[in-house]
């Protein structure tokens, strides 16, 4: 075993940078998803407890059923995103073994493999923000469908 802690640190160290990002990926889609849910649930609230007009009624009927596609995209996203973080984390500790361990060559391989999977699914997890955004735009479009003045 040749174990250089300087060449460990200098190795590793700045692989921490991604994994900070990976956190505050994860934060930022933990936070979306926690809006929506609160939102959600008010709006569930108001239809359950309000008298609302026909055309008002269908109207946030379609919200709600928008919210709850949106809560399970952000729900998704943020699965991926804390995946992703675990993967990153692995991918430091595996490369750490792998210089500790110079001659175990699967440890290169195990921590080339979660770098890889632990950035794709960053990737995903965004590409899902980018459709959770898709359906904000619409609803945005549609809210004001049961006020013609304004639609």
């Known amino acids: ?15 921490a ?20 849910v609160e939102r959600y649930r008010d709006l569930i609230e108001k239809f359950r407890t309000s008298e609302l007009s026909g055309t008002r009624r269908a109207n946030m009927r379609d919200e709600i059923l928008l919210y709850r596609r949106r ?9 991926c995103g804390l995946v992703s973080a675990m993967l990153l984390i692995s991918t430091m500790i595996f490369g750490g073994l792998a210089i500790v361990f110079q001659d175990v060559a ?15 699914l960053v990737i995903l997890g965004a590409g899902l ?15 004001l469908l049961d006020i013609p003045d304004l639609a």
Do not use: H
């Open 1 to 15: 075993m040749n174990l250089d802690l300087a060449k460990l640190l200098t190795t590793v160290g700045p692989a």
């Open 17 to 36: 940078s991604i994994i900070f990002a990976a956190w505050i990926f994860v934060a930022f889609l933990q936070t979306r998803y926690d809006a929506a």
């Open 71 to 79: 809560c399970e995209l952000m729900n998704r996203a943020t699965g």
């Open 106 to 120: 699967f440890l290169k391989l195990l921590s080339m493999t979660t770098a890889l999977l632990g950035l794709l």
């Open 129 to 143: 923000v980018i459709v959770e955004g898709r359906i904000i735009r619409r609803q945005i479009r549609s809210e």
